[in-house]
Nanobody, 124 residues
C-alpha cells in the first residue's frame, strides 16, 4: 500500500498548481482520501477530504479556491489549487482512511498510509 504525492512547486501568488496523489496496492473505492498540509512550526492540517460515498470536505481557508477530484481509472486523486496565496505554502501530503464512515472528519488522526509530501511554495 502506497500513496505518492507530486505536482508541487514554486508559484506566484494568484497562480495555480495541480497536485496528484497516486495510489498503489489498493483501490480508491473503499477509502476516503485526504489532502493535508504542514507549514514549518505548525501542525498538520486537513485541506480537503474525499469521503467514501463521494462527499467532499474543504477547510474554510481553501473553499472556493481548491477542488479535490478522483480518477478511478488511474487510481489517482487530484487537488486543483487556484488563486494561491503565500499562506498556502507548506508540504502537502495525501493519506487514506480505509473503510471509514461516510461522515468522516477531515482530521489527520483519522488517516494513515502517509506518503512522502510535495512542497508548495507561493511567493508574494
Amino acid at each position: 500500500v502506497q500513496l505518492q504525492a507530486s505536482g508541487g512547486g514554486l508559484v506566484q501568488a494568484g497562480g495555480s498548481l495541480r497536485l496528484s496523489c497516486a495510489a498503489s496496492g489498493f483501490t480508491l473505492a473503499d477509502n476516503a482520501i485526504g489532502w493535508f498540509r504542514q507549514a514549518p512550526g505548525k501542525e498538520r492540517e486537513g485541506v480537503s477530504c474525499l469521503r467514501r460515498g463521494g462527499s467532499v470536505v474543504y477547510a474554510d481557508s481553501v473553499k472556493g479556491r481548491f477542488t479535490i477530484a478522483k480518477d478511478g481509472a488511474n487510481n489517482t486523486v487530484y487537488l486543483q489549487m487556484n488563486s494561491l496565496k503565500p499562506e498556502d505554502t507548506a508540504v502537502y501530503y495525501c493519506a487514506r482512511s480505509p473503510g471509514s464512515s461516510y461522515f468522516l472528519s477531515c482530521s489527520a488522526s483519522n488517516f494513515r498510509s502517509w506518503g512522502r509530501g510535495t512542497q508548495v511554495t507561493v511567493s508574494s
